[in-house]
């Protein structure tokens, strides 16, 4: 339900989706049909778009140091590279890794519910 607000949403431009190589390519390795079918019609909206970079892959790198695994890093790097002001994810471990490491990443790291409640809803 809340994976299908957030694609009106970003139908309605009222958010704005970024893409990645890391996500495309993580995405067309999924064995689960519907679930790479919603995310491809999720990243289909995107009004941006971070190609691979030796500077993206060396901010990774130095992500991972904070404990956060290396594809987890490069989502968020490109995240950062992209300028993003969130990082929406339903991985609570990521969350908490994130947030214990926010003076240390430069984009706000939240779990799906928290984004829809304090940035959509504004509750």
């Known amino acids: ?3 299908l ?3 009106s949403e970003a139908i309605d431009k009222k958010i704005t989706i970024i893409n990645s190589f890391v996500l495309e390519d993580e995405n067309s390795k999924s064995p689960f049909i519907d679930r790479k079918d919603k995310i ?4 289909k909206v995107a009004s941006e778009y971070v190609s691979y970079s030796e500077e993206l892959e060396n901010r990774a790198k ?3 140091k ?4 290396a594809m987890d890093a490069l989502r968020i790097a490109c ?7 969130f990082f929406v994810t339903c991985d609570d471990l990521l969350v908490r890794n994130g947030k214990s490491n926010k003076e240390n990443i430069n984009v706000r790291i939240m779990s799906l519910m928290e984004f829809i409640t304090k940035e959509v809803f504004k509750v």
Do not use: P
Not at 40 to 43: M, P, Q, S, T
Not at 79 to 85: H, I, L, P, S
């Open 5 to 7: 607000f957030l694609l």
């Open 40 to 43: 491809y019609d999720l990243l």
């Open 79 to 85: 995240a950062e590279m992209a300028k993003a002001d």
């Open 1 to 3: 339900m809340e994976f």
């Open 62 to 64: 130095e992500i991972e």
């Open 66 to 69: 904070f404990g956060i695994m």
